[in-house]
C-alpha cells in the first residue's frame, strides 16, 4: 500500500460541511429548552447601583431573570486567568475578580450584568430590555499607551498595571548597544483585532435533574479545558456530572479556546430552572464580547556593526488585556511572545520588557499566532529599517546574520532543534524572482502606480507544548495530547483525539497518519474529538500543536496497537515474537509465507475463541479487545520557519493600497497533505494581509465599540487578494517522530510585516498598520511636499 | 424582533389607504428588516408593495428612461434596455452591495431611504430624475432632502423614476473598505443642456456639486477638474475618510468619471 502521509487526500470533512450538513451548537435543540439573552453593559466603565428585575420577571414568556447577586449566592466561582507571570521584581501578577454576571462594576461595554431566560428568543430579548440597571458611569481607560497614566480601574490594582515583565539580560543589553557602530529605533503599533470567527459563540446547556448531569454543547476548541474549568473554578458541577461536547465548530483563531461568562452562566442556569438553556450570540454580541487580539504598543531598538551584523536588541512593549486577564491573556504577551522577538537571527544580547495593562476594552487574548505576530512585526520591520538605514539589500542583512548551524540555541529561551534559514529566503527570491523587481517597478510607474516589495523571515514556537516547561513558567495546566485508537471487531477504527478540529481538517490528516501507520485503508478509519465523554483527556486545538503532538500521541497508540498484534499473531502463527514483522497492514513471520491481517487479528482479538474446542488465539495472559491509547508530552517547542516576500500596488492619488504578488516559502518540516496544508496558508494569509491592511478595532474616547459590525470593521475579501505562490522547504523537527511543525498559524505571523515592508518601500515612509487609503494618501502627500520643498 | 400586521396590497390605492406614521413600505426590505432585527426600529404595520404589479418594469421612450419603484438592482444591472440607454446606470447597479443585496433591494426603497452613501441618489441628481409618486411628479434635486429624509409625505408611494437620457455618462464609486457602500461616488452626465456632477457620500445627502458641474459645462476635460477648489467644509466625517480626504477623492473620482465617459 502507498503510503499516504505526503498526499493531497481531499478533506474528509468537505462534503458534509460544504453541503450544510455539518453539526453546529445552534443546530442542537432539546425538547422543553429555553432561551438566554444577556443584558449588557451599555458603558466602558460605571457601578452598578441597582439592577431592577421586577418588571422583567413579569413579562411575557420568562422563565427567570438571573443576577450577579443571583451567582455570587450561589457560590459560582469567577472567570480565571491561566497562566500566571510575575513580574520582573519578583512580585505576582495582579488580575481583578472576573464574576460571571457583574454585580458591583461593569469594565467593558458588552460586560454581562444579568440573563433573562424565556421560553423564546424573542421573548428573552423583549423582557431583557425591561431589565432597569442604575449606573453610575466613570471615567473610560481606553487607550493602551496612557493606561498606566489614567485613572485606577481597579481598587487593588495601581496604575493598570498587571505586570512588568522581563526576559533577557538588561547589561548585556547594555554592553553589547555601547559598542554598536549605529542603533535602530522603532515605534510600532500592532493593532486590535477582533477575531471574527465565521460561528459565533454559542452555548446549550442540558441539565437532567435525575442523574444530577449537565450536558453543554457549546464551540469550543478545547471542550476539556471547558469542562475542567467550569467544574474546578466555576464550581457549576463535578467534572464527572458534566459533559461538554464541540460539535462541528466554524472556526476559532484562539477565541474558542477556553469558556466564556456565557457557557458557565447557561450551565448554571439549566441547573437552576431543571431546562435546557439555549443561547447564540448575534453577530454584535461576537463584535463586543469576543476576547481580541493583539493591541501593542512597542518601542524597539537594534544595535548594529556598520557591516550589517546585530549586536543586541531591546524590547518595551505595553500590552493592553483589556478589563479582565482572559485565559491566556497573561501568557501570549509574554512568553509567546517575548521569546519570539529576537526573530531568526544570531542576537548576541537581548531582552523583551512587556507591560501589561488593563482597559475598559474588551478582555484580549489568543488570537492566531498569539504572541509570535506581534514578535516577528517588530523584528522584522526594524530588520528592513536596519538594511535602509545602512544601505543594505534587506535579504543580504537578513542573511549575514541567519545561524546556519542547527540545533541552534537561541540567546532568549529557545533551542531550535532544526532549520534552513538560508535556502528557505534563496527559495523565496528564485520563486518570487526578487532581481525582477526593478522591473515589475517599471511596468508599476508607467500606470501611475508605486510599487514596493518587503520581505520577512519568520520563526515561530509551535508545537505547544512540553508540560514541565510550561508549568514551570507559570502554565496552570499540561499541555501535552492523547491518542486513543481503537479497532471495532470487523477492522475497522476508531481514533480519538484529544485535540479539536474548527477548520484544521483532522478527520482527514489524522485519518492519514492512522492509515500508514496501521496499513488499514482510509476510509475505514473514522477521527472521532470534541466530546469528553468520548475518549481520553486532551488540551485541544492551537498554537499550531494539533498534528505535532496530538498526531504523535496517534502514531505512540497504534505502535501499541502493532506490539500487542504481533504478540497476537505470533501464537495464531506459532512463531517467535520476535520473528513477526509488521507491514502494510500484514503481519509476516519472517522468511516464511505465514502471515496475517491487522483486521484477523483484531477480529481475534475480540473474539477469542474457536467453534468446538477450547483454543484461544491469544497468547497467555493477554486480555482480549484491540484498543490502546497515548499520552504524548513532546520534549520540546516545534520550529516552523520561513520567507515570505510581497509586492505591493499603491494608488498615489487615492492611497490604495493592493497586495498584487505574495510568494511564501515555508518549512513546516514534514507534511503529511499538502492540500490542508496549503489551505492553512492562504487562510492565515489572509489574516495577516487583514492586518497589515484592513482590519483595525476601534473604540472610541468613552470606550464604545466604533467597528462593532461589518459596516466599519473592514474584514478582507477574496478580491482584497492576489494568487498567492507557495512552496516549501523541510527540515524535520526531531522532537516528534513525524517529524512535523505546525503550519496553523505561519500566515498570520508572517504577512504583516513582508506587507507593510513593502508599503513602506513603496511610499518611503513609515506608516503604522493597517495601511488604510487615507493615511497611505496622506504619507504620499507628505512626501510631495518634502520633495518640492527640498527642490 | 417586535409583533405587526403584514399586509400585501395588490393596489396602490390600498397601501396608501392601509399606510400611516407608524407603517411602513416593504421593498427589497434590504434597509428595513436588518434595522427592524436589531430593535432600531418597529412598526404596527408592515405593507408589502412588490405584489403591485404596475409598479415594476424597465421601459424607455424617447428621451426618458423610466424604472418602475419595486425593480431589483440585478434587473437594472442586466437590463439590455438599460445597458443601450445609460450604460453607466447599468454599472452603478452592478456595484450595489453583494448579489444578495442586488437581488432583493429595489431602486424605489433606496431612494426613500436616502442613505447618505447610497448610489442611486446621485444617479437621479445626475440624470435630471423626476420621482413619479402615486400623488405628484419631484424633480430629483428637490426630492433629496438630508440624512435618510426626502421630500415624501406619509403614505406617498414611489411608483417609478424617469431619468433623462444623457450624451454621455459615467459613475465612479469609491467604496468603503468594510461596507462597500460609497466613501464618495461621483455621477458625471453630460446632456444637452450641461453637465451634472452628482456626488453621493462626501455629505449627508446626495448633492449636485455646482461649481465641478459649470467648470464641466464649459470645458469637459479632466483638466478643468484639476482647476476646481473642493471644500471639505460639511463633509462627513468618520473613521474610514475624514472631510479633506474625502474633498480630495471628489476630485480625484470626478476626473475618473470623465475620463471613462
Ligand atoms: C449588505 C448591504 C449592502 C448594501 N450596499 C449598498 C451599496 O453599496 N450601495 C447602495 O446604494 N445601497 C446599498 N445597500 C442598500 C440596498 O441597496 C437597498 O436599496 C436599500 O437597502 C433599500 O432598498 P429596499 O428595496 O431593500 O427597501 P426597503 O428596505 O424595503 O425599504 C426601505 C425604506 O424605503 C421605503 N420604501 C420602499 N419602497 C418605497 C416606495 N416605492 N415608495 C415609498 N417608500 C418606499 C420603505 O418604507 C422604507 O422606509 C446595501 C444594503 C445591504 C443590506
Redesign the pocket.
Known amino acids: 500500500m502507498a503510503s499516504l502521509v505526503g498526499s493531497r487526500v481531499e478533506r474528509k470533512e468537505d462534503k458534509k460541511l460544504l453541503t450544510g450538513r455539518g453539526k453546529y451548537t445552534a443546530d442542537v435543540n432539546f425538547v422543553n429548552q429555553a432561551y438566554a439573552y444577556f443584558v449588557r453593559s451599555p458603558h466602558a466603565r460605571a457601578e452598578i447601583k441597582k439592577v431592577d428585575i421586577s418588571k422583567a420577571s413579569k413579562a411575557s414568556g420568562v422563565v427567570a431573570v438571573l443576577t450577579g447577586a443571583d451567582i455570587s449566592n450561589d457560590k459560582i466561582g469567577g472567570l480565571i486567568a491561566g497562566w500566571r507571570i510575575k513580574s520582573e521584581d519578583g512580585s505576582d501578577m495582579k488580575v481583578p475578580a472576573h464574576p460571571p454576571l457583574a454585580s458591583e462594576t461593569v469594565n467593558y461595554v458588552g460586560d454581562h450584568v444579568a440573563v433573562v431566560i424565556a421560553d423564546s428568543l424573542d421573548e428573552a430579548r423583549n423582557a431583557a430590555e425591561l431589565v432597569k440597571v442604575d449606573y453610575k458611569v466613570l471615567k473610560a481607560v481606553v487607550s493602551t499607551q496612557d493606561a498606566m497614566n489614567s485613572d485606577q480601574i481597579y481598587k487593588d490594582i495601581p496604575k493598570n498595571l498587571c505586570f512588568d515583565w522581563l526576559l533577557g539580560d538588561r547589561a548585556k543589553v547594555k554592553e553589547a548597544f555601547d559598542k554598536a557602530d549605529k542603533v535602530i529605533k522603532i515605534d510600532l503599533i500592532n493593532n486590535r483585532l477582533i477575531p471574527n470567527a465565521m460561528e459565533p459563540r454559542a452555548a446549550n446547556a442540558d441539565y437532567n435533574p435525575s442523574t444530577e448531569e449537565i450536558t453543554l454543547y457549546t464551540t469550543s476548541q478545547n471542550p476539556h479545558l471547558a469542562r475542567i474549568i467550569i467544574s474546578a473554578f466555576n464550581g457549576v458541577a463535578p467534572e464527572n456530572k458534566l459533559r461538554v461536547i464541540a460539535p462541528d465548530v466554524g472556526g476559532g483563531f484562539g477565541s474558542k479556546i477556553y469558556p466564556y461568562a456565557e457557557e458557565v452562566v447557561c450551565s448554571w442556569a439549566a441547573k437552576k430552572i431543571e431546562r435546557p438553556v439555549k443561547w447564540v450570540a448575534d453577530r454584535t454580541e461576537s463584535f463586543l464580547s469576543d476576547c481580541h487580539g493583539r493591541d501593542h504598543v512597542t518601542h524597539a531598538e537594534l544595535a548594529v556593526k556598520n557591516d550589517g551584523t546585530f549586536l543586541g536588541f531591546k524590547n518595551e512593549t505595553i500590552a493592553n488585556i483589556g478589563a479582565y486577564a482572559s485565559v491566556f491573556a497573561t501568557v501570549t504577551p509574554t512568553y509567546l511572545f517575548g521569546p519570539c522577538a529576537t526573530g531568526v537571527y544570531k542576537m548576541p544580547a537581548a531582552y523583551s520588557n512587556v507591560k501589561a495593562v488593563f482597559t475598559n476594552t474588551a478582555p484580549v487574548d489568543a488570537y492566531r499566532g498569539a504572541g509570535r505576530p506581534e514578535a516577528t512585526y517588530t523584528i522584522e520591520t526594524l530588520v528592513e529599517k536596519a538594511a535602509r538605514e545602512l544601505g543594505m539589500d534587506p535579504a543580504e542583512i537578513r542573511m549575514k546574520n541567519f545561524p546556519t548551524q542547527f540545533p541552534y540555541q537561541q540567546t532568549l529561551v529557545h533551542s531550535v532543534d532544526s532549520g534552513d534559514y538560508v535556502t528557505g529566503l534563496n527559495k523565496a527570491m528564485e520563486v518570487g524572482d526578487y532581481k525582477g523587481f526593478e522591473k515589475r517597478k517599471k511596468e508599476s510607474a508607467s500606470r501611475g502606480k508605486l510599487r514596493g516589495i518587503g520581505l520577512c523571515s519568520y520563526f515561530e514556537a509551535c508545537g505547544i507544548a512540553p508540560s514541565p516547561v510550561v508549568m514551570m513558567l507559570g502554565c496552570g495546566i499540561g499541555l501535552w495530547e492523547s491518542a486513543e485508537v481503537r479497532f471495532n471487531p470487523t477492522g475497522n477504527v476508531t481514533v480519538f483525539t484529544g485535540s479539536h478540529s474548527h477548520g484544521q481538517g483532522h478527520d482527514t490528516t489524522f485519518a492519514q497518519i492512522a492509515a500508514d501507520q496501521l496499513g488499514v485503508p482510509i476510509e475505514n478509519i473514522e477521527i472521532s474529538h470534541g466530546d469528553t465523554d468520548k475518549g481520553p483527556f486532551g488540551y485541544g486545538t492551537y498554537g499550531s500543536r494539533s498534528l505535532t503532538v496530538g498526531g504523535t500521541a496517534i502514531v505512540k497508540a497504534c505502535d501499541k496497537i502493532i506490539a500487542k498484534g504481533k504478540r497476537v499473531a505470533a501464537k495464531m502463527l506459532e512463531a517467535n515474537v520476535d520473528d513477526v514483522e509488521f507491514s502494510n497492514g500484514e503481519f509476516v513471520v519472517a522468511k516464511s509465507n505465514k502471515k496475517k491481517t491487522i483486521g484477523e487479528i483484531a477480529f481475534a482479538c475480540y473474539l477469542p475463541g474457536t467453534y468446538g474446542e477450547v483454543k484461544s488465539p491469544l497468547p497467555e495472559g493477554e486480555e482480549p479487545g484491540l484498543k490502546e491509547t497515548s499520552f504524548f508530552d513532546p520534549a520540546n517547542f516545534s520550529f516552523p520557519a520561513g520567507s515570505h516576500i510581497c509586492e505591493v500596488e499603491v494608488d498615489p492619488e487615492t492611497g490604495e493600497t493592493k497586495v498584487v504578488k505574495y510568494t511564501a516559502i515555508d518549512d513546516f518540516g514534514t507534511i503529511i497533505n499538502p492540500l490542508v496544508v496549503e489551505g492553512q496558508v492562504h487562510g492565515g494569509l489572509a489574516q495577516g494581509i487583514g492586518q497589515a491592511l484592513y482590519e483595525n478595532c476601534h473604540y472610541d474616547e468613552s470606550g464604545q465599540l466604533v467597528t462593532a459590525s461589518y459596516m466599519d470593521y473592514t474584514m478582507p475579501r477574496a478580491d482584497n487578494f492576489p494568487d498567492f505562490d507557495l512552496g516549501f522547504t523541510c527540515t524535520p523537527a526531531t522532537s516528534n517522530p513525524l517529524g512535523t511543525k505546525g503550519c496553523g498559524e505561519a500566515g498570520a505571523i508572517a504577512a504583516p510585516p513582508a506587507v507593510m515592508n513593502a508599503v513602506m518601500n513603496a511610499i518611503g515612509t513609515e506608516i503604522s498598520m493597517p495601511a488604510t487609503a487615507e493615511k497611505v494618501w496622506k504619507a504620499c502627500n507628505e512626501n510631495k511636499k518634502t520633495n518640492s520643498e527640498a527642490a | 424582533m417586535k409583533t405587526f400586521n403584514y399586509h400585501s396590497p395588490k393596489e396602490t390605492k390600498e397601501a396608501t389607504k392601509l399606510a400611516s406614521s407608524n407603517s411602513?413600505?416593504?421593498?427589497?426590505?434590504?434597509?428595513?428588516?436588518?434595522s427592524m432585527k436589531l430593535g432600531l426600529a418597529s412598526y404596527k404595520d408592515v405593507i408589502n408593495?412588490k405584489g403591485i404589479k404596475k409598479?415594476s418594469g424597465i421601459k424607455v421612450s424617447g428621451k426618458t428612461l423610466k424604472i418602475g419603484?419595486?425593480t431589483k438592482?440585478a434587473e437594472v444591472a442586466q437590463s439590455k434596455e438599460v445597458k443601450k440607454s445609460i450604460p453607466s446606470l447599468a454599472a452603478l447597479a452592478e456595484?450595489?452591495?453583494?448579489p444578495?443585496?442586488?437581488n432583493?433591494?429595489?431602486?424605489?426603497?433606496?431612494i426613500?431611504?436616502n442613505?447618505p452613501?447610497?448610489?442611486?441618489p446621485s444617479a437621479c441628481i445626475a440624470l435630471n430624475a423626476t420621482i413619479h409618486?402615486d400623488r405628484r411628479k419631484i424633480d430629483a434635486d428637490k426630492f433629496f432632502r438630508g440624512m435618510f429624509e426626502t421630500c415624501?409625505k406619509t403614505g406617498?408611494?414611489?411608483?417609478s423614476i424617469e431619468f433623462e437620457i444623457p450624451a454621455k455618462s459615467n459613475y465612479q464609486k469609491f467604496?468603503n473598505p468594510a461596507?462597500?457602500?460609497?466613501i464618495v461616488g461621483v455621477y458625471v452626465a453630460k446632456h444637452k443642456g450641461g453637465v451634472n456632477v452628482a456626488v453621493t457620500g462626501a455629505k449627508s445627502c446626495a448633492y449636485n456639486d455646482k461649481d465641478l458641474s459649470s467648470a464641466l459645462t464649459k470645458n469637459f476635460s479632466s483638466s478643468a477638474v484639476q482647476n476646481v477648489r473642493v471644500s471639505p467644509s460639511g463633509m462627513n466625517s468618520d473613521i474610514h475618510a475624514s472631510a479633506e480626504y474625502r474633498a480630495n477623492m471628489v476630485k480625484v473620482f470626478a476626473k475618473k468619471a470623465v475620463e471613462a465617459c
Do not use: W
Not at chain 2, 432583493?104 to 433606496?110: E, L, V
Not at chain 2, 406617498?156 to 411608483?159: D, H
Not at chain 2, 461596507?179 to 460609497?182: E, I, L, T, V, W
Open positions: 411602513v413600505f416593504l421593498a427589497g426590505g434590504m434597509t428595513t428588516i436588518p408593495i409598479l419603484a419595486t438592482h456595484g450595489i452591495g453583494d444578495q443585496v442586488r432583493r433591494g429595489t431602486i424605489g426603497g433606496s426613500a431611504n442613505d452613501a447610497a448610489d442611486y409618486t415624501l406617498e408611494i414611489i411608483e467604496p461596507s462597500r457602500y460609497a
